[in-house]
C-alpha cells in the first residue's frame, strides 16, 4: 500500500462508536442487535469488571450486591444475551450476501463465546444466590451472631427472600420472619439488596429445583468462578484473531479523513491497512454495490466489496492468496465504477473507494496488473502466437460467425465517426474496419489482443454509421471478453511458473 500521512477527524470516530451513527442509517434491526451488545458490555466491562478501579472509586457505597448495581448488572446481561441470540439468528438465517463457510464460523465463534461469558456470569451470580456454604461464611465473618435462634431465623428470612438453598428444612413462622428481618437490618441490609432485583439470576435460582443441593455440596460457587475468568481472558487472547477486534479499530477507520473527488483526480489517494480490521463482514456494503448485478452472472465474489476487502487483507498482510485468487480480485475490483456508495453505507466508516483506487498500485506491484494494461505491455504477435487454437464458447458468438462480418466493405466508415482513432493517438493500435479485416482473415485470435478492443468506448457510434448493419461495437465488447479471459490465464500461468521455479 501507499505511504500515508494520517489525518484525523474525531468528530465521526465519536458519534460512530458510541452512539454507531452509521449503522442506524444503514439497518435499524442490526443497530438495535449491535447497540444491546456494545451498550450491555460496555456497562459489564467498566463498571463489573474493572469494578476496582471504576465503581470502587466512583460510588462511595458499591458492593456488587447492592442496587442499582444488581439490577443493572443483570439489566446488562440480558442485553448482551438478546443481541447475542439477534446475532446468531441473523448470521444463520437472514444472510443475504453469499459469504465463505469459514468467514460465517469466525463470527459465529465470537458471539458464541461471548454468549458462554454472559451465561457462565448468570451461573455464576444463581450459585452464589443458593450457597448455603457462602451464607455461613459471610455470617461468620460480618456478625457475631452465636445463639441458634438467631442463626435459625436470619436462615429463614433468607430462605424466604435471598432464595437460599439450606439442606435441613426450616421451620417459617410470622415471629421467626421478624427477627430474622430485624438481624437483617442490622447485620446484612448494608450489603445486601433485595434479590428481587437480580431478576435473571433469580429466574435461574428459582428453577433450579433438585440440583440446588447438589451445586452447593460440591461448591459450584467455587468451581464456576475461574470457569468465568477463564473464558473472559479467552476473548481478551482471541481480541486481535478474531471479529473482536474492530471493537477497537472501528474508532480509528471512522476518524479517519475519506477519499473526495480532488484526491481521486490528484492521485494521493492512501489507506491505512489497520482499516482492513474495522471490517465486520457484515455485507451491507455489498447490498448496495452497483455491480452485485454482475457477481449473480460471473459469480466471482471478487466483485462484492465484503469479500474484496477481506482478500485483500490477506493479500497485503499475509500473502496467501494464489494465482487465481489474485485474479479474482483484480478482475473484481476492475468492475467496480466508484460510485461510493460503499463507503456511504459502511458502518464502520472505513474509506472503501480509497480502498478500490488504490488497491490496483498493490496488485501491479505483485504482477497482477489491471488486463488493459497487460495487453497493451504484451506485443500483438506474442501474444497471439501464445494462445494460437484455443476456442471460446460465448453466448452469441458473433465474432465466430462469418456471416456477421462478411458484408464489410472495409469503408472506414466505422474508424471516421470512432472518438477512440481521433483522439487516443499512440495508445491505440488498430482501428474498427481493420479489426473486421482481421475477422475475414480468420484471425479472431489476433483481433481479440489488440488494444482497441480494449479502448472502445462502446459509444456505438460505428454500429449505428454502418451502412452494411455489421454489429461492430458488439463484436469488439465480446473480443474484450475473449481477451480478458486470455489475460487471465496468461497472469495465472507467469505467476504459477515463478512459484514453481523458486
Known amino acids: 500500500m501507499p505511504k500515508l500521512k494520517l489525518s484525523l477527524n474525531l468528530k465521526p470516530a465519536l458519534f460512530n462508536t458510541i452512539f454507531q451513527s452509521k449503522l442506524f442509517c444503514a439497518s435499524k434491526t442490526r443497530w438495535v442487535i449491535h447497540f444491546l451488545v456494545f451498550a450491555g458490555f460496555t456497562f459489564?466491562?467498566?463498571?463489573?469488571?474493572?469494578?476496582?478501579?471504576?465503581?470502587?472509586?466512583?460510588?462511595?457505597?458499591?458492593?456488587?450486591?447492592?442496587?442499582?448495581?444488581?439490577?443493572?448488572?443483570?439489566?446488562?446481561?440480558?442485553?448482551v444475551l438478546t443481541g447475542c441470540i439477534g446475532f446468531l439468528f441473523r448470521r444463520l438465517f437472514k444472510t443475504r450476501i453469499n459469504r465463505e463457510n469459514k468467514t460465517k464460523y469466525?463470527?459465529?465463534?465470537?458471539?458464541?463465546?461471548?454468549?458462554?461469558?454472559?451465561?457462565?456470569?448468570f451461573m455464576l451470580e444463581t450459585v452464589k444466590i443458593i450457597s448455603e456454604p457462602a451464607f455461613l461464611e459471610m455470617v461468620e465473618d460480618y456478625s457475631d451472631l452465636d445463639e441458634d435462634t438467631d442463626l435459625n431465623a436470619l436462615m429463614t428470612y433468607w430462605e424466604k427472600n435471598y432464595h437460599v438453598v439450606f439442606k435441613e428444612m426450616l421451620i417459617i413462622t410470622e415471629d421467626t420472619l421478624e427477627k430474622g428481618r430485624l438481624l437483617n437490618d442490622a447485620y446484612c441490609l448494608d450489603c445486601h439488596s433485595k434479590i428481587k432485583s437480580a431478576f435473571v439470576s433469580k429466574t435461574f435460582a428459582m428453577h433450579l429445583g433438585e440440583i440446588a443441593?447438589?451445586?452447593?455440596?460440591?461448591?459450584?460457587?467455587?468451581?464456576?468462578?475461574?470457569?468465568?475468568?477463564?473464558?473472559?481472558?479467552?476473548?481478551?487472547?482471541?481480541?486481535?484473531?478474531?471479529?473482536?477486534?474492530?471493537?477497537?479499530?472501528?474508532?480509528?477507520?471512522?476518524?479517519?479523513?475519506?477519499?473526495?473527488?480532488?484526491?481521486?483526480?490528484?492521485?494521493?489517494?492512501?489507506?491505512?491497512?489497520a482499516t482492513f480490521a474495522a471490517c465486520t463482514n457484515?455485507?451491507?456494503?455489498?447490498?448496495?454495490?452497483?455491480?452485485?448485478?454482475?457477481?449473480?452472472?460471473?459469480?466471482n465474489k471478487q466483485i462484492l466489496p465484503h469479500s474484496k476487502i477481506e482478500s485483500a487483507g490477506k493479500m497485503i498482510f499475509s500473502g496467501h492468496l494464489n494465482p487465481?485468487?489474485?485474479n479474482q480480485l483484480q478482475l473484481g475490483n476492475d468492475e467496480c465504477t466508484m460510485c461510493n456508495n460503499c463507503t456511504d453505507i459502511c458502518p464502520s466508516g472505513i474509506d472503501l473507494q480509497g480502498l478500490w483506487k488504490t488497491l490496483p498500485?498493490?496488485?501491479?506491484?505483485?504482477?497482477?496488473?489491471?488486463?488493459?494494461?497487460?495487453?497493451?505491455?504484451?506485443?500483438?504477435?506474442?501474444?497471439?502466437?501464445?494462445?494460437?487454437?484455443?476456442?471460446?464458447?460465448l453466448t452469441r458468438n458473433l465474432a465466430g460467425r462469418v456471416y456477421s462480418f462478411e458484408n464489410c466493405v472495409q469503408c472506414t466508415i466505422c474508424t471516421n465517426v470512432c472518438p477512440v482513432v481521433a483522439y487516443a493517438g499512440n495508445d491505440n493500435?488498430?482501428?474498427?474496419?481493420?479489426?473486421?479485416?482481421?475477422?475475414?482473415?480468420?484471425?479472431?485470435?489476433?483481433?481479440?489482443?489488440?488494444?482497441?478492443?480494449?479502448?472502445?468506448?462502446?459509444?456505438?457510434?460505428?454500429?449505428?454509421?454502418?451502412p452494411s448493419e455489421i454489429k461492430v461495437a458488439d463484436i469488439i465488447l465480446?473480443?474484450?471478453?475473449?481477451?480478458n479471459q486470455t489475460a487471465g490465464r496468461l497472469k495465472i500461468m507467469t505467476a504459477t511458473n515463478k512459484a514453481n521455479k523458486l
Open 106 to 121: 469466525k463470527e459465529i465463534f465470537s458471539i458464541i463465546l461471548i454468549l458462554l461469558v454472559i451465561i457462565s456470569g
Open 282 to 299: 457484515c455485507g451491507i456494503c455489498s447490498e448496495v454495490c452497483s455491480v452485485y448485478p454482475n457477481f449473480l452472472i460471473t459469480k
Open 213 to 273: 443441593n447438589s451445586l452447593n455440596h460440591y461448591r459450584a460457587d467455587n468451581w464456576l468462578y475461574p470457569i468465568h475468568y477463564l473464558l473472559s481472558f479467552l476473548m481478551l487472547i482471541c481480541l486481535p484473531f478474531s471479529r473482536f477486534f474492530h471493537i477497537l479499530m472501528i474508532p480509528f477507520a471512522s476518524a479517519t479523513h475519506k477519499m473526495t473527488s480532488r484526491h481521486f483526480q490528484k492521485e494521493t489517494v492512501s489507506v491505512h491497512p
Open 478 to 483: 465480446e473480443l474484450r471478453n475473449i481477451s
Open 429 to 466: 493500435d488498430m482501428t474498427p474496419q481493420q479489426i473486421m479485416n482481421l475477422l475475414r482473415l480468420g484471425e479472431k485470435q489476433m483481433a481479440a489482443e489488440t488494444r482497441m478492443v480494449w479502448n472502445c468506448l462502446t459509444c456505438y457510434l460505428c454500429q449505428e454509421h454502418c
Open 44 to 79: 459489564l466491562v467498566f463498571f463489573h469488571a474493572l469494578d476496582e478501579l471504576t465503581s470502587f472509586n466512583l460510588f462511595q457505597y458499591y458492593q456488587p450486591t447492592l442496587d442499582p448495581f444488581q439490577f443493572l448488572r443483570n439489566l446488562a446481561g440480558f442485553l
Open 361 to 393: 498500485q498493490t496488485l501491479q506491484k505483485m504482477g497482477y496488473p489491471d488486463n488493459y494494461t497487460f495487453v497493451k505491455d504484451k506485443a500483438l504477435q506474442e501474444r497471439g502466437k501464445k494462445q494460437a487454437g484455443r476456442t471460446y464458447e
Open 324 to 326: 487465481e485468487a489474485l
